[in-house]
């Protein structure tokens, strides 16, 4: 084999990862296998619960990257403050509190907006993320919402409530509210 054919070979091999790159991002997920710059977007969610529509400033955590950060090494999070873990389609994971420091409540919503449970979940103080418990819900759901521990209750939300946020069309809250 003479070096010119080396140099072809190898020039056909960058091409065609060079041809990987765009198709990944139209796989399923294929863009969390592209680099992630790490930023993160936020939306004004509202949350329908008992006393009517209330406001609340959500971080996205959209790509793979992002969920698996989550709120971890945070120290507060603001009283009206969360993070919507959203879904490319119905998932049943489970999320545990490895390195996040904030005792939290966390809201399963269906592909509707529907809250199907909630849960709370204390730190975990553990070096070993094996140690720590997860929490894994019996229904399956389109996206996470995750406040400061005791929110739920304190501003009337609960399951079968109802969750809207712009955009990717998740959470329309459409037909009746709970009441």
């Not at 992630?36 to 990257?65: C, F, K």
């Not at 929490?135 to 969750?163: I, Q, W």
Request: glycine share 12%.
């Amino acid at each position: 084999m003479s070096v010119m054919d080396g140099m072809d070979r190898n020039r056909r091999r960058l091409l065609q990862g060079m041809l990987a790159i765009p198709l990944a991002a139209l796989l399923p997920n294929g863009r969390d296998l592209l680099a992630d710059d790490g930023a993160i977007n936020s939306a004004i969610l509202t949350l329908h619960g008992a006393r009517g529509p209330q406001r609340l400033s959500a971080e996205l955590a959209v790509t793979n990257a992002q969920r698996r950060r989550g709120l971890m090494e945070r120290e507060s999070l603001a009283a009206d403050a969360g993070m919507l873990f959203v879904y490319p389609r119905p998932t049943s994971g489970s999320f545990w509190m490895y390195r996040t420091r904030i005792p939290l409540d966390i809201a399963f919503i269906d592909a509707d907006g529907r809250i199907g449970e909630i849960h709370h979940m204390q730190p975990c103080t553990s070096d070993s993320p094996q140690a720590c418990p997860q929490t894994r819900p019996d229904v399956s759901y389109r996206a996470a919402l995750e406040v400061n521990a005791g929110y739920f209750a304190e501003h009337g939300v609960g399951v079968g409530d109802c969750v809207s946020w712009p955009g990717d069309g998740g959470g329309q809250c459409q037909g009746e509210m709970k009441s």
